[in-house]
């Protein structure tokens, strides 16, 4: 029996399973996103980020589990989850025969909102393609000019949900620079982003929280801040004069060189348990540098790979 | 239906020039029957070529032979001839095979994207492949009409309006026919080579089957699975009526490959 979306989240998907004969792209996967957050959903390629995509926009049946859009059933309700929809595929497949503006103009009119024109040219003045571009064949387009055609027609409904599958792969850094202001400025105005991406900087600066997927299953969910809680920090300590003791560190704390004069640790956790351990040693100074989630998130990688 | 009003603009833009094309093609093709019926009446060939014509070829063409050896006759083979209905059914390949080309190349994605329910795809399909098919006929006849009215002789006698309208309609519904079977094969599988190379040696098999089937009774037994058994130009030339049977065999394996294509294409999954 279907059971009604959590009506709360702008995502809910529950016991979500995906198999290809004997393999599995998704596996039991559950997670929510909650309305006017930006989520970043990670993991290597073939990690079953796209097929989950794919199951929320119907292109794809699930073999098990259920996907709610804002409240409304992927399956059995598609059409009302994709009215409130705007997507970006990781790969634009299009007629190459076709001209910019008339991809635009025909996927708008699929739409039940009302495209405003004044909104799309605001699209295009921030990303940097002009009408004279647009009117332009498709087999004349650079790989960054068919992704800002992406973005502009995944935008330009300005939907309440926004689901990108790696937005910014193609774009140089001025446009990628563009596209995090327009996320900005979207998440402002309320609308719920779902996206996927390589990027982890970019995650970093954009998401407010990330899950990863492993081979079809949820590694990790989590906000950006606790990830760069769990972050291992380098730490330097500089001596005003040489110290030959060799201390008994905390737990967490891995020592990666040691000179008399300047120690070098990679912390994970808080730092209070080191400086207890310090006290008493003469520190000139001590530089903690700032946590990576890309550390946290590229051990994942790495145990996926092993 | 705003929606499905843009689809089938699009699709009709994407598929315009194929279709006027062959149409105009097929078109020409009745006027050049015309022109050659014409030549070899007045030089009064019919009955040389006929004459040399192997025993065979009677035997397959039965108490129709003579009738097709004459003016008359020539000008209604452009409904039968092999390239005619090739073309034709290639072209029902072609438009039936719109969504899987679609798919292939990841349009589906951002059109499904978008609030659209996927019967309104193979409708579109459906759509298209009537208009294709009253658009090619319609050229046909227009042809046949045009170039009865500049080139026939006077002395001669025309296909009655009956004729010709028993044989496009009958070649119509074959083309439907195909269209279907294409369709249904476009719905189960990603790429659009795939369906149409499917449907085309099916296509071949048949006809060869019908064709053999015509000369060799062992294999008249199975030909009955063939959709081209059922389009029989040779019976309307005699004079007799469009068969009924053939008429419900055609228009039923047409409407089971629509219906059967949106069942298929309901079920499936997107994925290039």
């Known amino acids: ?296 998130l590229m051990k994942y990688y790495r145990e996926e790979v092993v | 239906m705003k929606g499905f009003g843009i689809l089938l603009n699009y699709s009709v833009r994407r598929v315009r020039t194929l279709v006027l094309t062959m149409s105009v093609i097929l078109g020409v093709f009745q006027v050049f029957l015309i022109v050659i019926a014409k030549s070899l009446q007045s030089t009064h060939a019919f009955e040389q070529i006929g004459a040399l014509m192997p025993p065979f070829v009677r035997e397959v063409m039965g108490p129709s032979f003579a009738t097709f050896m004459s003016f008359g006759g020539m000008v209604t083979l452009g409904y039968f001839h092999l390239a005619v209905m090739g073309s034709l059914v290639g072209l029902m390949i072609a438009l039936a095979t719109l969504s899987t080309s679609e798919i292939e190349v990841g349009f589906m994605d951002l059109i499904l994207s978008r609030p659209l329910a996927r019967h309104r795809l193979l409708t579109r399909t459906v759509a298209i492949i009537l208009l294709a098919t009253m658009i090619s006929l319609g050229m046909m006849i227009l042809g046949t009409w045009v170039g009865l009215r500049t080139l026939a002789p006077r002395d001669v006698e025309w296909p009655s309006a009956h004729l010709i309208g028993s044989l496009a309609l009958n070649l119509a519904l074959l083309m439907l026919c195909w269209g279907a079977v294409a369709l249904v094969i476009g719905s189960s599988v990603r790429r659009r080579a795939v369906a149409g190379g499917i449907t085309g040696v099916l296509a071949l098999t048949t006809f060869l089957l019908d064709y053999i089937a015509r000369s060799w009774k062992p294999a008249e037994s199975i030909a009955w699975i063939s959709p081209f058994r059922y389009y029989s130009p040779l019976d309307l030339l005699m004079g007799l009526p469009l068969s009924s049977r053939n008429v419900v065999v055609l228009v039923g394996i047409a409407l089971l490959g629509f219906g059967l294509s949106y069942l298929l294409f309901s079920r499936r999954d997107i994925s290039h």
């Open chain 1, 1 to 296: 029996m279907n059971s009604p979306g959590n009506s709360r989240s702008a995502i809910s998907i529950r016991g979500l399973t995906k198999r290809y004969g004997k393999l599995s792209a998704v596996k039991n996967l559950s997670l929510e996103v909650e309305p006017g957050e930006i989520f970043g959903f990670l993991g290597l390629n073939g990690a079953g980020k796209t097929t989950t995509i794919r199951i929320l926009l119907d292109l794809l049946r699930p073999t098990r589990g259920q996907a709610f859009v804002l409240g409304c059933d992927c399956q059995t309700q598609g059409l009302e989850a994709r009215s409130q929809i705007g997507y970006l595929p990781g790969e634009m497949g299009m007629f190459l025969d076709m001209n910019g503006q008339e991809v635009l103009r025909f996927l708008a009119g699929l739409e039940r909102r009302e495209v405003d024109p004044r909104y799309r040219q605001e699209l295009q003045e921030r990303l940097k393609l002009p009408d004279h571009d647009l009117n332009r064949r498709l087999r004349e387009y650079s790989t960054g000019m068919k992704r800002k055609l992406g973005l502009i027609q995944a935008f330009q409904s300005d939907a309440p949900l926004l689901i990108l599958d790696e937005p910014t792969e193609g774009l140089d850094p001025l446009m990628q620079e563009s596209f995090y202001e327009l996320l900005a400025d979207v998440q402002k105005r309320g609308r719920t982003v779902f996206m996927s991406s390589h990027v982890l900087s970019e995650v970093e600066r954009t998401c407010r929280r990330v899950a990863l997927l492993r081979k079809g299953e949820l590694a990790l969910l989590s906000t950006v801040e606790e990830i760069g809680r769990l972050a291992p920090r380098r730490v330097r300590i500089f001596f005003s004069q040489e110290v030959n003791v060799h201390p008994e560190f905390p737990t967490g704390c891995q020592v990666m060189e040691m000179r008399p004069q300047e120690w070098c640790l990679r912390v994970e956790g808080m730092l209070g348990d080191l400086v207890n351990v310090l006290q008493g040693l003469p520190i000139k100074d001590l530089e903690v540098e700032e946590p990576r989630i890309e550390d946290v």
